[in-house]
């Protein structure tokens, strides 16, 4: 069974510039989350989908946004890239059985911003 | 505010050596409460889900362990393959139905050395 694939893996872009990143969960997935990773925040979580729906969304601003496709694939974007925005993004893909915290997370997208 | 510390931040063990890696937590009603481990240049990957105090969980040489304020993730006879990031996460009972939203602490960087 194939895992939750990200990409692109790794992206440099510069200020003011936007990012979109794609994420395929594992098949028959219907929960779709986002997480920001940095050394001094740690993994902070963005967003979450189902079912082409937002479900809850973290205290990140408007720049950050996300959408989720009918086939469950998922693409976050961040708009006027600052240089705080350099992080790994992490994709986590779940089964929609109530709250297990059981997720299962991509290898994730390594954005610098310069 | 809902919050999970990690204690200590990295830990250096020779093999067969057991410790124990800390979480205490702070949350509006606790849902339940997780350990991942996350290797380098890979997303975390899930180990356990708590739910109430008492409660244990094992697996292999991992065993964990939940009070009302914390958790234990206790290593015995650990072996260099066990070396990685442990992170602990809270789901709180206002969870609004998300099954993504976790609160993570930032990590216990374990180190076994043969």
């Known amino acids: 069974k194939a895992g939750v694939t990200q990409t692109p893996r790794y992206l440099i872009k510069t200020r003011g510039q936007q990012v979109t990143l794609s994420c395929s969960p594992i098949?028959?997935?219907?929960?779709v989350s986002w997480y920001q990773q940095t050394p001094g925040q740690g993994l902070q979580f963005l967003f979450e989908?189902?079912?082409?729906?937002?479900?809850n969304k973290g205290n990140f601003p408007g720049r950050f946004s996300g959408r989720q496709f009918s086939n469950s694939r998922s693409e976050m974007n961040v708009s006027t890239l600052e240089l705080g925005d350099s992080a790994l993004y992490l994709c986590?893909?779940?089964?929609?059985?109530?709250?297990?915290?059981?997720?299962?997370f991509g290898e994730g997208s390594r954005l610098t911003v310069l | 505010e809902d919050q999970v510390t990690q204690s200590p931040e990295a830990l250096r063990l020779q093999e067969g050596e057991s410790s124990s890696l800390n979480c205490s937590y702070t949350?509006?009603?606790?849902?339940?409460l997780f350990w991942y481990r996350q290797d380098p240049g890979k997303g975390p990957e899930f180990l356990f889900t708590?739910?109430?105090a008492g409660e244990e969980k094992e697996k292999e040489r991992l065993k964990a362990t939940l009070t009302k304020k914390e958790s234990f993730l206790h290593i015995t006879a650990p072996k260099p393959e066990d070396s990685a990031t442990y992170l602990c996460?809270?789901?709180?009972?206002?969870?609004?139905?998300?099954?993504?939203?976790?609160?993570f602490g930032k990590g216990t960087k374990l180190s076994v050395k043969p």
């Open positions: 986590a893909s779940s089964l929609w059985q109530g709250p297990t915290g059981e997720l299962f």
């Open positions: 098949s028959g997935h219907r929960s």
């Open positions: 989908y189902f079912s082409e729906t937002q479900r």
């Open positions: 949350v509006s009603g606790l849902r339940g």
């Open positions: 708590l739910y109430s």
């Open positions: 996460a809270v789901q709180a009972r206002n969870y609004g139905g998300s099954q993504g939203n976790l609160i």
